[in-house]
Each structure stands twice: as C-alpha cells, then as structure tokens.
C-alpha cells in the first residue's frame, strides 16, 4: 500500500486560506468516504481535525474543512492564525481494513 | 475522563524486541478498535495496524506484517504492540489511538513511546 501523496509544504499570511491536497487511488480515497485530517505540532500527537471527509469534531475552528473530489482529498484553513502553523496529514482507509496516511504537509504562517 | 497512557521510553539493541503498552480509561474498551502508529525522526505518520479489543482480531500493515504483534488485555483494559527483530530504521515514536470513540477517525491518541534502536 503506497502513501498518499501530499505537498511537503505549504503556506499563507495570516488571515489567507491554505489548501492541501491528499491525492490517492479509487483503492483508498476515492473509493471511500473515510478520509480524516490530523494536526501535529512538534513534540505533541496528533489532533483529528476532520472526519469523513468533511465532518469536524466538536472544538476544531470552523475555519477548517474538508473535501473530496474523485481520488483527491484536500483540507482548507481559512482565515490562517499563528496557531495553525504544524504539520498535516490525511489518512484515509484502503479496504480489507488497511488504513494509509499521506507523507504529510508542514504548513507556513507567514 | 478517556485517555490512553503509553508506557515508557525504550532503548534497544539491534535484532531485539519491544514491547509498548497502551492503558486505556474512561470508554469501554472493548467498544473500540485501538490503531498503533509509527513516526520516525522527522518524518511522517505510518500506520502500523490495530487490535479489536473485544475478540483479539488484528490487522497489519504490509511493511509491518512479519514483525509486528498487536494484542488486547481485557483484564486490564491494555493494548500492547511488540515489534521484533529490531533495527536502527525502527528508532521512533509509537502512539497508540483510538478510533471512533467520539469521532469516526483517530480521535484519542496516546502521548506517544520513544524506542531507540
């Protein structure tokens, strides 16, 4: 099972929106509606941001959300704060209970 | 209040074996399935496989598959995940997470076991 494909990077001003992409097969993202987003600060764990691919756990800014569009997922921030920079990544499950996470996004605020 | 704690830091010898547990309280735990993740120094998030608590059922990666064993204590509300024939590529931290006990994702995460090969 290969790693979902991600951006290294990305970033934005605050205030701006940031978009990354999870780009997999219709074996995983595309052919499942279980895509879920992760924020890691250094030194913490990760934080589920998104599940389902659009829903959002109690707690998290409505500034974040998730789509999906064929075999590609993607995570927005909107309105970019000086606590959203961390790393992101997608997972999403590939069948026969296999899971598989992208290789992650590090996300600038400048 | 649900919370899963890891145990401690690890240092190993190449071609040994560790042994992480993941104590779970506050749910269930029989209830939900718990995952265990691998991240290695500066590097991203792999998955490794997980354990059904409540018949022992598991699943693992294929990069994992020949090395890793993931087990459920009942009686003590544990989860383990040994991981064998240890190499320096195996230096990292482990979390052990929770799915779907609010949320369907990874929603309950461990504070994470450093193992140094």
């Known amino acids: 099972q290969s790693a979902l494909t991600q951006p290294p990077s990305a970033s934005g001003s605050p205030e701006q929106s940031v978009t990354i992409s999870c780009t997999g097969t219709?074996?995983?993202?595309?052919?499942?509606?279980?895509v879920s987003w992760y924020q890691q600060h250094p030194g913490k764990a990760p934080k589920l941001m998104i599940y389902d691919v659009t829903k959002r756990p109690s707690g998290v800014p409505d500034r974040f959300s998730g789509s999906k569009s064929g075999n590609t997922a993607s995570l927005t921030v909107s309105g970019l704060q000086a606590e959203d920079e961390a790393d992101y990544y997608c997972i999403s499950y590939a069948g026969n209970n296999n899971w598989v996470f992208g290789g992650g996004t590090k996300v600038t605020v400048l | 209040e649900v919370q899963l704690v890891q145990s401690g830091a690890e240092v190993k010898k190449p071609g040994t074996t560790v042994k992480i547990s993941c104590k779970v309280t506050?749910?269930?735990?029989?209830?939900?399935?718990i995952h265990w993740v691998q991240q290695a120094p500066g590097k991203g998030l792999e998955w490794m496989g997980r354990v059904d608590p409540e018949d022992g059922d598991t699943k693992y990666a294929e990069k994992f598959q020949d090395r890793v064993t993931i087990t459920a204590d009942t009686s003590t509300d544990t989860a383990y995940m040994e991981l064998s024939s240890l190499r320096s590529e195996d230096t990292a931290v482990y979390y052990c997470?929770?799915?779907?006990?609010?949320?369907?994702?990874?929603?309950?995460w461990g504070q994470g076991t450093t193992v140094t090969v």
């Open positions: 997470a929770a799915n779907g006990v609010f949320y369907y994702g990874l929603d309950v």
């Open positions: 506050g749910y269930t735990f029989t209830d939900y399935y």
């Open positions: 219709s074996s995983d993202v595309g052919g499942y509606k279980y």
